[in-house]
């Protein structure tokens, strides 16, 4: 369950491969508050890997992650 008023940003990183898009992740995680909330959507078959991976060493939290016809959707709550 989402906590009232947590940040949700949304980035597209489909068409983008190992590792930009842990790379533009990182970055767009920076400025959202702690418990506050990234979804990504990316086309690279080892995203899946990386952002287990990333959210270990990090300490964030991969919240969920699914697949759709080629296309990964990643949701990340910063810790």
Known sequence: MREPGAE???????????????????????????GGRLVILATDPGAVADFQSFCEAQGHNLIDWSENDGEYRFEIQKA
Not at 8 to 34: F, H, M, N, Q, Y
């Open 8 to 34: 949700e940003i949304l980035l597209d990183a489909t068409g983008l491969l190992c590792p930009l898009p842990v790379l533009k992740a990182r970055k767009a995680l920076k400025p959202i508050a702690s």
